[in-house]
């Protein structure tokens, strides 16, 4: 044993020799081999992971070492995967965030088209002035209304509409299709949210009519006004078509008010005036159907001065959301010059006077509420901006505002961006546009949207992101967003 090494992986094999000697036993030991373990480990940006083994390759002798997956490695995995996959997401974090300068990445905005709407025949010499704008729901067609902006006493000009639609010949480009006149400035005009020919729009003297776009003929058999008279003769500020679920409930009231079946396509459209008045009517532009269900005078029971009327929005309902992210879905906010803003519930309409539907007054703005928009991605959320360049974000379960955020340059319009939580539009009153995060207080870096004084800005809601802008000399840009170059984090949602 002297001559041994002091390697303890040398093999030694000898005879053990018991100093008691016992007949028919004997015990051999021999150390034939060796083998070697490690352990390595890799870190990259896959989460994927899996396992392959054999029972041949365990070499194992004992029946329960057979056995495959091992006793134990469920449970072994279900205490470490959690933790690894963790480690992994915020790896992904940081390598999505690191970039070689803190500042976010600036996005540039292509300029599709820009339209001269006072140049087209018809426009006249005079300039005017981009109203309202709507895309139609499957976003290749554009109404464009043109007009005065100031009127000193009543309005005397007349009003136009001209519509614009993608020609495959043209490019892919808006191509001029028709006009829609009338005796008074168009001030609002909104298409269906779904049926693509229908579109609404509303006067500077208190008239609504409807047209069906896709009617052949001349243009009187298009259209369907709503009876004279309606919003006191005063200007209708703006337009909303309702969907499905909102639709219903008030086909409803009108079935039970009336005692008439409904028609399959009848639709409803609210209207809003300056005289302080909300109008629900029930159209059918196949059945030529314009019907009043009810008239709301809000404010109208504190017996003081009927407010005017600039903006109002609906809120959206989403069934499928979980329990605890339910709202009511009988909520509207309307927003007055003002600055006043007034939530509002569904009410049926009454026997001798026309309902309030006011059930509590917002901590609102200093001047006159330019816009009011329900969030698409976040129940109960809503935004207003005024023309003092303040935007608020509001939820309807308290009356003081979530937040209140000074924008550095004046404002004129605004619209959410339908794909983008937390983000809108801004249009700004020097010229061109901006995209403001509301989520978190800030500009979202884009250039290219520079342009005239702003009058009216649209997004689409369908296929590519592209942005109509109006300005105050007739002309209207398009603009498109690169898909996918925005950033969208759970924070965007948190307001």
Known sequence: MSNLSSYDSEAVGFDSVSSKKRAGTSCSTQTSGFNESGVSSQTNLSKSCGTMATPEELNA????????????LTEFLRRVVPAMIEQLDEDDKEVYGSSDSEEEETITAKLFQEIRVADCNGAGDQATSVLALSWSSAGNSLAVSTGKLQHE???THDGLIRIYTVKRTAGDKLVHLMDVTEKNCVSAVKYHPSLSTILAYGTTSGEVVMCNLGESGNLEEMQLASPS????????????????????????????????????????????????????WQVNAYLKIFEIVVSYVVNGSRKVAAPDITCFDFIKCCPLRPSDERVPGDIFVVGTKSGTLFV????????????DPVYEVLEGHRTCVLNVAFSFQKPG???SASIDSELRVYDISQACPL??????????????????????????????????????????????????????????????????????????RVWELPPRRMRCVPDDLDF
């Not at 509002?344 to 309902?355: A, D, G, M």
């Not at 340059?409 to 605004?414: F, G, L, Q």
Request: aromatic content about 6%; overall charge positive; charged content about 15%.
């Open 61 to 72: 002798q004992d029946d329960i070492l057979k056995e495959y997956p091992p006793p134990g």
């Open 153 to 155: 006493n009543w309005c």
């Open 229 to 280: 008279g309606c919003h006191g003769s005063k200007r209708v500020s703006a337009l909303q078509w309702a969907d499905s679920p909102l639709a219903n409930t008030y086909l409803t009231m009108q079935i039970n008010n009336t005692g008439k079946r409904r028609g399959a396509s009848d639709q409803i459209l609210f209207s809003s005036g300056s005289d302080g008045t909300l109008n629900v």
């Open 344 to 355: 509002c519930k569904i009410k049926p309409p009454q026997q001798l006077e026309r309902p």
């Open 381 to 383: 959320i809503f935004i």
């Open 403 to 476: 937040k209140v955020l000074q924008i550095e340059s004046p404002i004129s319009c605004v619209c959410w961006l339908p794909r983008q939580p937390g983000v809108c539009v801004l249009g700004l009153s020097p010229g061109g546009a901006m995209l403001y995060n509301a989520s978190c207080g800030r500009r979202v870096p884009v250039d290219g949207l520079a342009g005239g004084a702003s009058s009216a800005v649209a997004a689409e809601q369908s296929g590519s992101c592209r942005i109509a802008c109006g300005d105050a000399e007739g002309r209207v």
